[in-house]
């Protein structure tokens, strides 16, 4: 029995809402495209600062390249100036996105004190306007993402999502905690119904789904129509299409291989240095070689040594002797330690 239905984001029909999060300095078109390849109902772009898009600096061009095999691409803005929002939604237009999210729910220090991200959940009116300008601005369908709210004395998601129901957004994704949480707690995935009643909107649950398990208890508590995952896929960019076929009652695909995670990890490790060149590739790829390697026998000074290198080719002959030493392991060796 399916626990998921498709939705409907303007003309995009989303078979299975399983939605990789924007997650800055992490979900990079690389990443996304090995996610996408093995399945996610969606991905979304890294947040990109709308000035910065404007401005079209080289970190904002990086961040909003994607692959054609992404497409429908949903490209993730932040900012709180709405003419600018604006601005830099008609921008994505141009360049091919097919949804604009609006970001209301970074907790980050930088991006609250600029008065954006789950900052604007402290002016409603503010977060109003930058709503329809963004709205107005673009044929696109736009969708928001927001937490509970500022913090426990202020919890006002739902009063949030009918303002941005009545403006025009399409869809809403909540994490489940408030910003003065920060990434501290737990998600509250219950709360996430009050703004699921609130609205007549398709609602994504996000916020600690980690395992199929916690996606089946994360739709169960929230009544939500899709779920969104973001750490849970650190190092298992396979993680959403695992969760798409269990929670459509299709059989759960196994973890790859220990040799097609070797191929895996080369191959991303190549495609960073693409896109960012040697000496940007190789210190972004670290904390990937990190999450991929967790757990796995003799890891821990893997990446310490790794950590040290900045050559990409020493790096690739350093994964090349990991996991070929892995590999000639006995196989109690290959257990990976949680």
């Given amino acids: 029995m399916s626990l998921l239905a498709p939705i409907q984001i303007g003309p995009n029909r989303i078979d299975i809402p399983v939605i990789l999060a924007p997650m800055t300095g992490v979900t990079d078109m690389p990443f996304r495209t090995l996610v996408r ?35 429908p691409v949903s490209m993730q803005l932040a900012g709180c100036e709405p003419q600018r929002m604006a601005e830099a939604a008609k921008l994505n237009e141009q360049k091919g996105a097919a949804i604009i999210d609006i970001n209301m ?6 991006v609250v004190n600029g008065h954006a ?23 696109l369908p736009v969708t928001l993402k927001m937490r509970m709210g500022w913090d426990h004395n202020s919890l006002n998601a739902p009063e949030l999502a009918r303002i941005a129901e ?12 408030t910003r003065c949480q920060l990434y501290s707690g737990t998600a509250d995935w219950a709360f996430v119904r009050n703004v699921k009643n609130a609205v ?28 969104m995952i973001g750490r849970g896929a650190y190092g298992k960019p396979w993680l959403l299409a695992q969760v798409m076929a269990a929670l ?24 960073m240095l693409e896109l960012y060149g040697e000496l940007n590739g190789v210190n972004l790829a670290r904390k990937h070689l ?36 892995l590999l000639a392991a006995p196989p109690a060796t290959l257990e990976r330690a949680a």
């Fill in 37 to 71: 390849r093995f399945g996610a109902g969606l991905t979304v772009t890294e947040m990109i600062a709308s000035e910065a898009m404007i401005r079209e600096t080289r970190q904002s061009i990086q961040k909003a390249a994607w692959h054609p095999s992404e497409e």
């Fill in 105 to 110: 729910g970074c907790p980050v220090k930088k």
């Fill in 117 to 139: 991200g789950s900052s604007l959940m402290r002016d409603l009116p503010l977060a109003s306007q930058l709503i329809r300008a963004t709205v107005k601005a673009v044929k």
């Fill in 166 to 177: 009545g403006e025009g957004i399409q869809l809403i994704t909540v994490h489940g905690r």
């Fill in 200 to 227: 007549q909107l398709p609602v994504i649950v996000n916020g600690d789904i980690c395992s199929i398990d916690d996606a089946r208890a994360a739709l169960a508590q929230s009544g939500a129509d899709g779920v």
């Fill in 248 to 271: 459509t009652g299709r059989d759960v695909p196994a973890d790859p291989s220990l040799a097609e995670q070797h191929a895996l990890v080369k191959e991303h490790y190549a495609l």
């Fill in 290 to 325: 990190g999450w991929y390697t967790k757990g796995l026998h003799d890891s821990a000074q893997f990446r310490n040594a790794v950590n040290e290198v900045t050559s990409s080719a020493t790096v690739l002959a350093m994964i090349d002797r990991f996991y070929d030493n």
